[in-house]
């Protein structure tokens, strides 16, 4: 397996303008997670999806971000009209259930993305 | 509510040296607890975990870490550094009853000194 795959690697953008970040998780894992990392404020978790439904989105700092997992194999993270302080690094990682529990999870390589 | 520290933001050590990264947690019940690392430019990877069992567990490029539930810690460590070991480590915690998220603590920046 390739791993968790996440696209871009690099996004630079305007502020105001809407940013989609994409994620394709490891086949037959059935959690996905999106993580926010700053040097300020270290590794976030954002939200979290079991079965492509959301389960925790307590993480999303404003409704300018959302979040969607259509389908077992792909999930986006959209930030609309984005601002110069969503400039971070955003990771995906996916799990599965073992023995009834959560798994380790693994990351992807993350979108650094810089608002302008 | 569940929560990690870890009290050092960077952590100097020789190479050859053994090297120790500390780890507080606290949680509701017992603690699923795991180490990850991130190498510059990278996602984190996984290193080790506790569930159960042996106090101390052994995991991925000779690190280990010691489970200690009276002074609630999970302090990983390494009996050798090596240069290649210079990474952010972060140490992690899951309530084996509440949630299925992992919190993580902000990471130690270890630096292998040549």
């Known amino acids: 397996d390739a791993g968790v795959i996440q696209s871009p690697r690099h996004e630079v953008t305007e502020m105001g303008q809407e940013v989609t970040l994409r994620c394709k998780p490891i086949s037959g894992h059935d959690y996905l997670f999106w993580y926010r990392q700053t040097m300020m404020r270290g590794l976030e978790l954002l939200i979290y999806?079991?079965?492509?439904?959301?389960?925790?989105d307590s993480g999303m700092p404003e409704d300018r971000f959302s979040a969607k997992m259509p389908n077992a194999s792909f999930s986006t993270l959209k930030i609309q009209p984005s601002e110069p302080r969503d400039s971070a690094v955003y990771f995906c990682a996916s799990s599965f259930e073992y023995h009834g529990r959560l798994n380790i999870q693994y990351f992807g390589a993350g979108t650094r993305l810089s608002v302008l | 509510a569940q929560s990690v520290a870890q009290p050092e933001d960077q952590v100097n050590v020789a190479e050859g040296n053994p090297l120790t990264v500390k780890c507080t947690y606290s949680?509701?019940?017992?603690?699923?607890l795991f180490w990850y690392v991130q190498y510059p430019n990278r996602g984190l990877q996984f290193l080790l975990k506790y569930i159960t069992g042996d106090n101390l567990v052994k995991g991925s490029y000779g690190f280990e870490a010691e489970f200690n539930k009276s002074q609630t810690s999970f302090h990983l460590k390494k009996p050798s550094a090596l240069v290649s070991d210079s990474a952010l480590y972060f140490c992690a915690v899951r309530d084996s009853i509440r949630d299925d998220k992992i919190i993580f603590g902000k990471g130690t920046r270890l630096h292998i000194l040549p």
């Open positions: 949680v509701s019940g017992n603690p699923y």
């Open positions: 999806f079991n079965n492509n439904v959301p389960i925790d």
